[in-house]
């Protein structure tokens, strides 16, 4: 694996850090050149906790909470906001969550436990998966969560039998592909046809399997549940597979008599990683949402359901940044300059799976233009270990703090001790305050299970 070719014709964009705009945390400002987040030094706090550092700006992801639960509550009142936590979760994560008055997303048994370790409402607990296994069934049903939503024809039989074994009646939804294509990259596509996740829409099967829904013991069929990718800005693609659940919805109302009570419309609205991205708002999100299913119920004659939406990059990704030390330069005249930072593919893998793009600065240089492309390379033991490709940023000088944005979701989700690197440190930042959730990891931590 290596970086894509540089593009030498590429100039430097000169901005500011404050030129950012969208991509940057809502509380982030810029004081005698230092990058402040949440009222912290973000060069005081890399000195003090040391580097990589995992930072999230809580008044950020609070304010986006509360502006999804009412931009949605203002148009359609019978409605729930999940959070996806896959995105990023800790046990203050789970807190707030809870403390905002969110629904939970989760995907496995590991982020259930995080999720009981806090004492989190079991009812607001929804759970995912494409092949989730028997033990973590049983564990959530034996939690109490509110819905489990079903996969597959297979996983209908476990719920079923394993519900019956506990004695209780587990109210499902199920997962159906709808057949959209969503304008985002290819592997964060999950709502077309060839999909690892749900039931198929192809010769009517999700609709035959409804009926096999409806006669298995000791389940609730009380809603469907869709996703159609993440990190989309056509919000038209939202509605198309609205009108495709609500239409399966009459079918279902029509045929097997049975209402479908709640519909989960997923999440996957982007957000902005570079200066130049140009997502869609919340507000507009939920406008978009909300007046496709009321037209939609008002066109198939079918009752408004209980909505649900489940996003989870856009309430944390740009709530966090992660921050690293310069440690190598490296010019190679005509093909690219690296900057070397003290962390890489281990805290942040987008960049090597997605070609992810990231707006960087120097915490230390904030108030100065980005005069310079720069490729910040990581520390590891690969060619295309990069967390940054031909960005622009100040002029980077041995031991300055860079700051990239954007890091909030699906970075330390998805971190790794490749080459013994333990993971970083997690701290929250609010009103000049900064406290660690997640301590950084030791090297004792990472030979901890080691027999």
């Known amino acids: 694996m290596a970086l894509p070719a540089s593009d030498l014709t590429k100039q430097p964009d000169n901005r500011t850090t404050l030129d950012l705009g969208a991509v940057l945390p809502r509380t982030a400002e810029v004081r005698d050149d230092h990058l402040f987040v949440g009222g912290v030094d973000m ?5 003090e906790q040391g580097t990589a550092l995992y930072v999230m700006d809580e008044a950020d992801m609070r304010s986006r909470m509360e502006e999804y639960r009412e931009a949605f509550r203002a148009l359609y009142p019978n409605s729930d906001v999940i959070y996806a936590s896959k995105a990023f979760l800790n046990k203050e994560m789970a807190r707030i969550v809870a403390d905002e008055g969110l629904c939970l997303d989760v995907s496995g048994g590991g982020e259930l436990a995080c999720a009981q370790a806090v004492g989190f409402p079991a009812e607001r607990v929804f759970v995912h998966g494409n092949n989730k296994t028997p033990q973590e069934l049983r564990e959530a049903i ?34 159906i592909t709808p057949g959209v294509e969503a304008d985002t990259h290819e592997y964060i596509r999950t709502g077309c046809e060839d999909s690892k996740f749900g039931f198929t829409m192809l010769d009517d099967f999700a ?55 709640e519909l989960d419309l997923g999440g996957g609205l982007g957000i902005a990683y570079t200066a130049d991205d140009k997502p869609s708002s919340i507000e507009a999100f939920a406008a978009c949402t909300v007046d496709a299913v009321k037209e939609c119920c008002a066109r198939f004659d079918v009752p408004l359901p209980r909505l649900l939406v489940e996003p989870g990059r856009s309430l944390v990704a740009s709530a966090g940044l992660t921050l690293y030390t310069v440690g190598i330069l490296k010019t190679l005249p005509n093909i690219r300059k690296y900057v070397a930072v003290d962390g890489g593919m281990s805290d942040n893998i987008r960049t ?60 330390y989700s998805m971190s790794s001790t490749y080459n013994g690197q333990p993971r970083p440190a997690i701290v929250f930042v609010k009103d000049g305050e900064a406290r660690v959730t997640t301590r950084r990891e030791t090297y004792a931590d990472l030979m901890a299970r080691d027999v």
């Not at 659940?245 to 009570?261: C, D, F, P, T």
Request: charged fraction near 20%; hydrophobic fraction near 45%; glycine fraction near 10%.
């Open 207 to 261: 609709f035959r399997c409804v009926k096999d829904a409806l006669a298995a013991p000791n389940v609730k069929l009380v809603g469907l549940h869709c996703h159609i990718g993440s990190q989309i800005f056509a919000l038209h693609s939202f509605g198309e597979a609205v009108a495709v659940m609500v239409e399966l919805m009459a079918r279902i109302r029509s045929e097997y008599g049975h209402v479908i009570e």
């Open 142 to 175: 034996s939690a109490g969560v509110g819905r489990i939503v079903v996969d597959s024809r297979i996983e209908l039989g476990r719920v079923s039998q394993i519900a019956g074994e506990l004695g209780v009646v587990q109210p499902i939804y199920m997962r």
């Open 352 to 411: 090597a799976l997605y070609h992810a793009e990231y707006e960087p600065t120097i915490a230390n240089k904030a108030g100065q233009p980005r005069t310079e492309i720069v490729t910040l390379c990581g520390k590891h033991c690969e060619s295309g270990d990069a967390v940054v490709v031909d960005m622009s940023l100040q002029h980077p000088e041995l031991g300055d703090v860079v700051a990239v944005f954007g890091t909030g979701a699906y970075c």
């Open 43 to 47: 060069v005081e706090l890399a000195h």
